[in-house]
């Protein structure tokens, strides 16, 4: 059972649009919710997190929307740039609990 | 500061061998955590350990296991390995409870 799911699969954008992941989530107890960027052959890297006390999140070009009634959130990249090609993950995880539940990933290509 | 390093980086063994992973974490991260990466299973939460101890496990079988030492590094072993067990294990520390990972670039583990 995928406690995270995530669309789209993949993701092909011009440079210069903005890209746009989506994420929803059952378990009402999740309250922490990271989004990871992976590029090949490395790991995971924390790109941006937020808990549900606010309804987004700035830092530079990534935003994240939370719609807590609704139980998703999303991923938006302002300007994409070719060097943002990678494969974005959502996750999910309860406070004191360090086991995040990821969703499938979104394999982003940005377009010169 | 030094990143999570995770060795081997690459293995190949064969079905039925036992495989030991190891991880040191960033440097004052006291929690460690495996998860393991396929296409088709996604990212997939192993097991947590803190101060030694296992704190969280993940739904995996009893032929995964893990161990930490007193200076926070962390080894995992498989035990009997079978084809399915090909995949990418990542290590990832964070300060206690607080949710931050930040993963290795993992260790690329096929079974042949």
């Known amino acids: 059972q995928q406690q995270v799911k995530q669309s789209p699969q993949s993701l092909i954008v011009q440079k210069g649009g903005i890209s746009i992941i989506n994420c929803a989530y059952e378990?009402?107890?999740?309250?922490?919710f990271p989004w990871y960027q992976q590029f090949p052959g490395k790991g995971p890297a924390l790109l941006i997190a937020i808990r549900p006390d606010v309804s987004e999140k700035k830092e530079g070009r990534f935003t994240i929307s939370f719609n807590k009634s609704a139980k998703q959130f999303s991923l938006h990249i302002m300007d994409s740039q070719p060097g943002d090609s990678a494969t974005y993950f959502c996750?999910?995880?309860?406070?004191?609990?360090?086991?995040?539940?990821f969703g499938t990933g979104t394999r982003l290509t940005v377009i010169p | 500061k030094a990143g999570v390093t995770q060795t081997p980086r690459y293995l190949i063994k064969t079905r039925g061998q036992q495989v030991t992973l190891s991880c040191s974490p960033i440097s004052g991260h006291r929690s460690v955590s495996w998860y393991q990466q396929t296409p088709g299973q996604g990212l997939q939460f192993l097991f947590e350990y803190f101060s030694e101890t296992q704190r969280n496990k993940g739904n995996f079988p009893g032929r995964f296991s893990g161990r930490q030492f007193s200076n926070s590094r962390s080894e995992m072993n498989v035990s009997t390995l079978e084809l399915g067990d090909s995949a990418l294990y990542l290590c990832a520390s964070s300060l206690d409870r607080r949710q931050e990972l930040f993963f290795g670039e993992g260790s690329r583990l096929t079974v042949l």
């Open positions: 378990n009402t107890a999740f309250d922490y």
């Open positions: 996750a999910a995880s309860r406070t004191g609990a360090n086991n995040l539940f």
